[in-house]
């Protein structure tokens, strides 16, 4: 019996050597596995130094932060229609001011006159030539001034005229002053409120500069936030594809079944999608980019670079006063005032509108003649005239009020019903309303901006050491599951989900940076000034 066991171990040397050899082989083949996959960026020491260069190996146009808010400002959409607004409201106001613009008129005139006589007494022709010359002006209280002054020579074939020809002229200096409708504030109501108007389209474009240096501020940082998780998404790839080779090896040598590999390949697929994804989101972030600043990266087909780096820390002032900053600088509230200024306005010129209208008017005048005597036969008559004398002398004496003129009286123009004013009155005040609402609204929209954006900043420190322990984290779960993976401990698939654990926390990162940095952006916004202190020190 002895020599029988001795025998049989003497048969089964030969193949359990040749066994023992296998596994040798198929132990070094997966330590080789293993090696490879510890080259992985999952297991660095330095992970940041693997994003870096891979970054470095993206093709595109670096543009900085500086230089984006330059092409901005130079070519934004909402800059140049905030430029048009301004523009439209400054012509507006010139037009207000057209009816208290002094006006100048003048006008000649000829007329010969002929017609049939029955009378010996009376001339049958009649010529003469007329010159008028007037200056009115409107003041912004709705008195009317005018200055006239007229002449004219004429000439006719009647016995009986002493002079030939004859001149005449007149001067008169007229006031019309509104007591009721037209008086004061409704006369200059427009001219008041096309100042508002202007003065807010100037808000309103200070307010489009600054919301769009704040606005391609945020494009930039989502820019640097996408080109990271495609970093990292490239580098996630590359790791399962080490992972898939490792899990192959270890399937040749019975260290796994087929389900972990197929679990190794469908976490590879899902990778390779995942780049193709975050590269689209690059090339969104970049075009995103490049329409707010109107212009497109050279070549064509590539894509921005962002060159600059988030700050690293924030500095704030405490919330009460970038309140009352906000509600003392935005422009978009100063804006909003001036449109509820500029409704007060028309609303003040409705209310006297919609009074009768009653005129003071008055005037003072002076009339003068003068012309060449002529000998005139009446009967046994010689009469001549001794009126001597040429145009200067007219106007001397319409001037000098030789023969003075004034008027004075009342004017009553009354529509019975008013609808028109009325109806413009109760329109003013509606406006008046819609302003005051639109104010409101846009204190509680600017309040509540500042205090959203003060809460990200001010949490933004301890939300970035949240996100960097996040990964720390991530980083040593993925080395446990690794090592517990080789010894056999764990699967791929959970191994796959650590993995994935891992991309979601740099992520998660990579939005917290830029966070911080876009809010900063939107306070120096809402509060018209450098509200936070970014460094990169």
């Not at 960026?41 to 670096?62: C, E, M, Q, V």
């Not at 500086?66 to 607004?85: F, H, M, V, Y």
């Not at 919609?354 to 009446?378: D, E, K, Q, Y």
Request: aromatic share 8%; glycine share 6%.
């Amino acid at each position: 019996m002895r020599n029988f066991r001795i025998e049989l171990r003497n048969e089964l040397a030969f193949p359990l050597l040749v066994l023992a050899m296998w596994l040798i082989a198929s132990v070094s083949q997966i330590a080789g596995g293993q090696a490879t996959a510890s080259s992985g960026w999952l297991l660095s020491d330095d992970p940041d130094s693997a994003i870096s260069r891979t970054l470095a190996t993206f093709h595109g146009t670096y543009i900085s932060l500086d230089e984006a808010r330059s092409l901005a400002l130079k070519n934004a959409n909402g800059i140049r229609t905030a430029e048009a607004g301004l523009q439209v409201a400054e012509g507006r106001h010139r037009s207000s001011k057209s009816p208290f613009d002094p006006v100048f008129s003048t006008g000649i005139s000829t007329s010969n006159i002929e017609q049939p006589v029955s009378s010996p007494f009376t001339g049958s022709e009649y010529r003469q030539t007329s010159i008028e010359t007037a200056v009115t002006w409107q003041l912004p209280t709705g008195t009317q001034l005018g200055a006239q002054l007229q002449t004219s020579k004429s000439r006719t074939n009647g016995p009986f005229s002493t002079l030939e020809p004859q001149y005449s002229a007149s001067a008169t200096f007229s006031i019309v002053q509104p007591l009721l409708q037209g008086f004061g504030r409704s006369a200059s109501a427009e001219l008041t409120a096309s100042r508002q108007d202007m003065d807010a389209a100037e808000a309103s474009l200070k307010d489009a500069r600054m919301a769009t240096l704040a606005f391609v501020e945020s494009l930039y940082w989502e820019l640097y936030a996408a080109e990271r998780d495609y970093a990292v998404k490239i580098l996630d790839r590359d790791e399962a594809e080490l992972l898939l080779r490792e899990t192959e090896l270890r399937a040749e040598a019975g260290v796994v079944n087929s389900g972990q590999v197929a679990s190794a390949r469908v976490f590879l697929a899902q990778q390779k999608l995942e780049v193709l994804d975050s590269r689209e989101n690059v090339e969104r972030a970049s075009d995103a980019l490049s329409e707010m600043i109107g212009a497109y990266p050279k070549p064509a087909g590539t894509r921005y670079r962002a060159m600059n780096s988030p700050p690293s820390t924030i500095r704030l002032s405490n919330l009460d006063s970038l309140v009352d900053l906000a509600q003392v600088n935005n422009q978009t509230l100063q804006s909003c005032e001036n449109l509820l200024a500029a409704a007060e306005s028309r609303l003040s010129g409705a209310l006297w509108d919609r009074l009768p209208t009653l005129n003071l008017v008055g005037s003072l005048g002076g009339n003068g003649l003068t012309g060449s005597p002529r000998t005139v036969v009446f009967a046994n008559d010689t009469l001549q005239s001794n009126i001597n004398g040429n145009w200067s002398d007219a106007y001397e004496s319409a001037l000098g009020r030789d023969y003075p003129t004034w008027v004075i009286g009342l004017e009553l123009r009354m529509p019975l019903f008013r609808h028109g004013d009325r109806g413009e009155y109760y329109r003013s005040r509606g406006e008046v309303e819609l302003a005051k609402n639109s104010l409101n609204a846009a204190r509680r929209e600017i309040e509540r901006a500042v205090r959203e954006n003060y809460r990200e900043v001010e949490q933004s420190e301890t939300r970035l050491d949240a996100a960097r322990a996040g990964v720390e984290a991530a980083q040593e779960q993925v080395r446990i599951g690794y090592i517990e993976y080789r010894a056999g401990r764990t699967t791929a698939f959970e191994l796959v989900r650590l993995v994935a654990d891992h991309a979601s926390a740099h992520q998660r990162y990579s939005t917290a940076v830029a966070r911080a940095a876009q809010a900063a952006a939107n306070l120096r916004w809402l509060t018209a000034s450098a509200a936070a202190d970014e460094s990169n020190q």
